[in-house]
């Protein structure tokens, strides 16, 4: 036994990766090297991942947020080791708090809280701590160092940093904060906002604001922090570069779909004057209402600071007095609550000329619970959002509407409705019909495989969430009718020979699939009209497929009476008798009137096609110009 104790120990030892029996974080042992003993060295650093500061000057008795996040969604991370540093002697100083479930603090030469590393080796996207300075401080500059483990043998060290600078008194009524990122360029942004103490007020609605210089930066990004002292959140919404009638909202809600939410909402009047609302959403898609209309909607809502600085819009507010009671008025939404945990939900759009809230353009539910009675930090751009490569979500439905509502209606009519049609004329040897519904169902296949491919590159090929609700329907719905145009041409190959005694199993099958993926196509674009991507409720989309949907049917109905005019009032006997006096003969030539009226038929036929390809090229284009918009 003793014998088998030792193999097992050596062949432990030996063969089992010494970073794997850190799974739940490094160890303080770590601190010195900022290494975490995996046995490989460390990557050529990359922009894969970002450290950004609330601030880049503090007082001793601040706090600083700091966010480690990935460059993009699909930049995740297992392992993070972050230390505060001093830069000339690289002593380890102040202590962290943070209350994500996938960090937590380290001792590093026996003093707590001196670090912040991984509680878990599940892949984060971002984490975000609170450090605060030492009581006293001998160096100006404080360096944020980041250790990165994004795999166990991919490691990032001394490649991520950020630098802050220690100020000796809070005296003054302004105090600079910012973000920075900081990347392996070195280069760090700074972008201010002033931030002063205000007197908590009994108003919901307020427009007083200062105004300063105002520059514009490239993009919109978002930091919305709060804290909790003695009953009070205070929350601090800033938000870069929203322009001039835009509104950005936070929304507090049980779940990551709309509806009895709370909602903050910041806006940026067109004189850039700066409002703050406080709003209840009381279904999905109604338009939000004053917090009067529940009895007690949980907490009163002061505002206590609104600015525009440098580009930045700052709306911040203090939520106080809460009481527990259940009263209830109208509409039937719990009160806010400090201690409940809310799914953060974040929404941005224009103004009305009223200043009126139009639909919103973005939105998006976070990934991260929040408490009110716990200090937390939301920071992101537009691009996490859902406004990245928006252009492959547009090109794919800008794609999807031209080839189902043109091209493909357009090859079913000649195919149900074309086929003895003008006999006598040929392209490429083959009947007209045939050709151009051959080729427009074609690309039509072509088409909507390209649009596919698009919008998987959009979502990083990952699959739509069941309770995504519509998302999920119209991803469906889309797959399948994607699945039947893909196959159709397949099935094309195979079909037999007109004479054929089999040929009718072709016919049936070829058309089945045809018909049915055109009709899914119908229900997927009118799905994807109120997805909140494409802003339905302002833009009006809606009414346009609802039109489309009229006009197939009116369409169908036409030709279909057509046929049926044509067979049964022209008698297959019915002929007409004219004479020839050529040469001074008076010879009887007999002309079946069937020929006469089917040669008027097509004459008919065509004209409506001719009116169908108009019509549909219209609304195509209608909704185009609204998708490109959205």
Known sequence: MYSFSCYLFIFISNFIPPGYTNPNGSPNSACATMTPGHDVGSQSCSSKYVIQSDKLEYYKNDTVRITVSGSSSSDTFRGILLIAKTKTTNQIIGTWSSSNANIKSLSCGGISNTAITHS?????NSINALWSPPSSMSDPTTVIKATIVQTYSTIYVNCFSISLTAKDSNVGTTTSTATAVSSITGVTSNTGTAVTPGVATTTTVTTTTTTTTTTQSNNVAVNITWAYANGNTNVKMKINDLKASEWFALGLSLDDKMGED????????????????????????????STSSIGNPGGQFSVTLLKLENGAVNCEFMLSNF?????????????????????????????????????????????????????????????????KNAGLMKAHGIIMIFTWILFVSTAIILALFFKKSWPNQKILGKPIWFSVHRALMMTASVLTILAFILILVYSNGKWIPQYK???????????????FAAIQPIIAFFRCKPDDEYRFIFNYVHGIVGFTSFLLSIVAIFIAMFLDSFN?????KWGVVVTWICWVFIIFVIFCFIEYRFETYLPPNDNSYTFNTQNGNMDLKIEPTSMKHNTRKDLIKGIFLFIHIIIALALSLVLAIFVGKS
């Open 469 to 483: 609700g519509r998302s999920f329907a119209h991803s469906i719905v889309g797959i399948i009718t994607i699945s």
């Open 323 to 387: 009481t527990s009671s259940k009263r209830r008025r109208r509409r039937a939404i719990s009160a806010l609550s400090q201690s409940t945990t809310y799914r953060p939900l974040v929404a941005m759009g224009s103004l009305d000329s009223s200043n009126g809230l139009n639909q919103h353009t973005v939105r998006a539910a976070l990934s991260d619970s929040v408490q009110l009675i716990i200090p937390g930090t939301i920071t992101f751009g537009i691009d996490s959002l859902g406004s």
């Open 262 to 289: 709370h909602v903050f909402v910041c806006k940026r009047l067109a004189d850039d004057t700066i409002s703050a609302d406080r709003l209840i959403n009381p279904n999905g898609r109604d338009y939000p209402v």
């Open 120 to 124: 878990r080796n599940n892949d984060k």
């Open 536 to 540: 339905v409720e302002s833009n009006k």
